[in-house]
C-alpha cells in the first residue's frame, strides 16, 4: 500500500510543474482605449474642444444666458431648436456646457449617422449616440448623464431661409414620454445665430433622394465660397438662453403616458421656446454683433 501511494503521490507531481515566468509574460492590465460603451472618446473629445475652439470664442462668440440652469449632477434632457444646412448648433452646446458646466453631453442623433462610413464612427467619438429611447433611458435613468435632442428631427436644419427661427411640429413629443419614464426634467436651450451661419437658399430633393440623404441644401455660402462653403459657416453672433427646468408630476419608470398629456407636455415646450425665440430676435441689433 505504501509503495502504491508513493507512485500515485509521484504521478501527480509530474503533471504539476510549474513554468518560470518570462518578462514577456503578458499580464492583466488597465483598459488602454477610453471609448465607453457608447463609443464616446475623451481623448478625441479634447481634440474636438481644441480645434472647436477658435469657433466657439472668435467666429460665433457665443454668450450664454442661464447656464447655471444646467445641472452639476444627475440626468436631464436638453432640447434645443435646430437649424443651418450642416447645424453648427449641436457642437456649441456641446462644447460650452462641457467648458462651462464639466459636464460631458451625448448628442442624440438620427441613425442615419451610424450608416456613414467615418463620420458614424467620429460622431460616436465625440459624443454621438443613435437616437432610440432605450438609449436615452440608458443615458439619463441609469448613468445620469445629459443627453441633447433636437425634436424638429431634420425638419429644423432642412429649412430655407425664408423659414428661419419658426419652430417645426415636436413630432409625437417621444422626448417627453422618454423624461417622464426616466424621471428627469426637460430642460429647453433657445438657440439663436445658428439659423444665419449656414442658411439655406433652396434644397434639391431628387438629388436628396438619389444619394439617399435627408435633405441636400443649396446654401448660401456655397453660392459665395463654392465647395468651400461645406465647411465654412459665416459668422454669426450666437446666442444661447437656457429656459426654466420642466418637471412632470407623474411616476417614472411606467411602460405606457397619456398620449394626450405627452403631445400637451411637448407642445407647451415648443410654444415657450418659440415665444423666445422671437423675444431674442427683437433684443438683437445685429446678425453679426449681436
Known amino acids: ?6 507512485a500515485i503521490h509521484r504521478e501527480q507531481r509530474a503533471e504539476l510543474v510549474p513554468l518560470p515566468r518570462t518578462d514577456d509574460t503578458p499580464t492583466p492590465g488597465p483598459r488602454l482605449s477610453d471609448v465607453d460603451e457608447w463609443g464616446r472618446s475623451e481623448h478625441t473629445r479634447t481634440i474636438a474642444r481644441r480645434l472647436f ?3 466657439y470664442d472668435n467666429w460665433f462668440r457665443v454668450e450664454w444666458e442661464g447656464l447655471e440652469k444646467i445641472p452639476k449632477t444627475g440626468g436631464a434632457l436638453l432640447v434645443a431648436n435646430h437649424a443651418g444646412a450642416i447645424p ?46 432605450d438609449n ?11 443627453a441633447l435632442v433636437f425634436p424638429e428631427g431634420t425638419k429644423g436644419p432642412s429649412k430655407t431661409y425664408a423659414d428661419r427661427y419658426r419652430l417645426r411640429r415636436f413630432g409625437r413629443g417621444g422626448f417627453v ?11 429647453p436651450i433657445a438657440v439663436v445665430g445658428a439659423e444665419e451661419s449656414m442658411p439655406i437658399v433652396f434644397r434639391l430633393p431628387a438629388l436628396a433622394k438619389l444619394i439617399g440623404v435627408p435633405y441636400f441644401p443649396v446654401t448660401a455660402n456655397m453660392l459665395l465660397f463654392g465647395p468651400l462653403g461645406l465647411a465654412m459657416y459665416f459668422p454669426a453672433k450666437f446666442k444661447l ?28 415646450i415648443r410654444i415657450n421656446m418659440q415665444e423666445t425665440i422671437y423675444e431674442m430676435l427683437r433684443e438683437r441689433r445685429s446678425v453679426w454683433f449681436g
Not at 436615452?136 to 445629459?146: F, I, K, M, V
Not at 414620454?177 to 430642460?187: D, L, T
Not at 426654466?244 to 407642445?267: C, H, I, L, W
Open 177 to 187: 414620454e422618454i423624461a417622464m419614464r426616466a424621471g428627469v426634467p426637460v430642460i
Open 136 to 146: 436615452a433611458l440608458r443615458l439619463l435613468r441609469d448613468q445620469g448623464q445629459l
Open 88 to 133: 453648427s448648433d449641436a457642437p456649441t452646446i456641446m462644447h460650452g456646457i462641457e467648458v462651462e458646466r464639466g459636464r460631458p453631453v451625448y448628442g442624440m442623433a438620427d441613425f442615419f449617422f451610424r450608416e456613414v462610413p467615418w463620420l458614424g464612427t467620429m460622431w460616436a467619438r465625440v459624443g454621438g449616440v443613435p437616437a432610440h429611447p
Open 53 to 55: 475652439a477658435p469657433l
Open 1 to 6: 500500500m505504501t509503495a502504491g501511494k508513493e
Open 241 to 268: 438662453r437656457v429656459l426654466d427646468p420642466v418637471t412632470f408630476n407623474v411616476p417614472s419608470g411606467q411602460e405606457r403616458y397619456s398620449k394626450s398629456r405627452v403631445m400637451e407636455e411637448a407642445e407647451k
